[in-house]
């Protein structure tokens, strides 16, 4: 009798692992681009002055606030594109498309004419005064017009991960970091014009990224037929669905805001470290987010075509490589924890404190890599209600956690340890319940591009 073949399971899963790196490799090359936007124009306003760089700062806090909420149009137009792709109806997903990008320009329009309009007082709520002031409202007012952009590349982003393409935007988000550079370098030294020189010099950049993808959106819908005109009905659709997505964001940033207003009672010290080991946290997000970025596109399609069980596959797969993912990092935090701080600061006392929180971090880092992981999968199913209850829900989980490290007095590193332990472990734990016990579910599984 002969043995069952297994040459056609190893082949699938093959494919799959073929599948994901296609989308995921270079999602994480965009990714890690976009930051290096505020990095650039941080290391050419450096020059001009302290006073110049607090306000941008300042000015950035504020206006990346603004732009991390409207991620949602990205998030929403993904899923929406991708399922209308595996339901064979091309049609429909630029449709969705075009509709996303409407909406984003109907958000840009808005918000920069209420940010232009209200930049003196908003930076005034923040406390700044003197020429930080007038350079945080200048840099603020100027960036306005490079918002419109931005949400258009969101927009624009969405669209082409539905489509399966992730190389596109990796090549505009690059060749747009290179002209913010050449222009900031212009405007900001060439022609004298400060840190307003530096808000124009990257909203044109922004407005040359934005412009080849309406300029796609536009060639394809074209090209099949599909009118340039929103549909109100879509652009609803896909308002309702970026409202609970927005409710999802806002979970989030609530509870990294907390952490931080916990730290600030420990003193300089811990908040100086809190700060740099946020920012290793962050930068490993990079490669996770990038596994969430094809987990939406997948799923999205894979849902669209009524394949449930090759949805169900490519998600077990994408959870493994996240746990391993953070397996490897975890290991790699664990070894070089205790020099790490080294590179960013030469105070003994904040490298000795940073140690403690990346060993912490580093403990937490599967969690971390199955969190983020199931966040795509269920972006990526449309799951939006869901993830932005579950999201409040996790916040609610949190504070009790926060609240014990800060009325406990624990100070110094033992006081940033417990922090972490609430955030990297407690916070991402609650995460990975509420997430897990949906993923083995199927009610996030509807099927079609209904």
Known sequence: MSQPSTSAPVASRRGNAREILRLAVPAFGALVAEPLFLLADSAIVGHLGVAQLAGVGLASAVLHTVVGLMVFLAYSTTPAVARAIGD????????????????????GVVLAVAGFVAAE????LMGAEGEVRAFAVDYLRWSMPGLVAMLLVFAGTG???????????????????????????????????????????TSVAQWGMAAVYVLMVRRNALRHGVSLLPSWHGIRSMTRVGSWLMLR??????????????????????????Q???????????????????????IGKELGASNAAKARLLTTTMIRWGIGFGVVTGLLLAVVAP??????????????????????????????GYVFVLDGVLIGAGDARYLALAGVANVAAYAPMLAAVAFSGAAGAAGLAWLWAAFSIGYM??????????????RWMVLGSA
């Open 249 to 274: 964001t806002l979970s989030l940033r609530a509870a990294i805001l907390v952490t931080v207003l916990v730290v600030t009672g420990q003193g300089a010290i811990n908040l100086a470290a809190h």
């Open 276 to 298: 740099l080991a946020m920012t290793i946290f962050s930068f490993l997000a990079f490669a996770l987010d990038a596994l969430a970025i094809a987990a939406q596109a997948l």
């Open 88 to 107: 064979g109806q091309l049609g429909k997903a630029l449709a969705a498309g075009r509709d996303g990008v409407w909406l984003a320009l109907l958000l």
């Open 429 to 442: 734990a609650a995460r990975a319940v509420t997430l897990g016990l949906r993923a083995r579910s199927d």
């Open 159 to 201: 669209v082409l991960r539905g489509l399966q393409d992730t190389r596109t935007p990796l090549v505009v988000a690059t060749a747009g970091f290179g002209l913010n550079i050449v222009l900031n370098l212009w405007l900001v030294y060439g022609l004298n014009w400060s840190v307003t020189g530096s808000a124009v010099g």
């Open 339 to 368: 020099w790490a701080g080294a590179l960013f600061t030469p105070d003994r006392d904040v490298q000795a404190a940073l140690a403690v929180a990346l060993w912490i971090l580093a403990a937490g880092q599967p969690i971390a």
């Open 121 to 124: 007082p908003l930076i005034g």
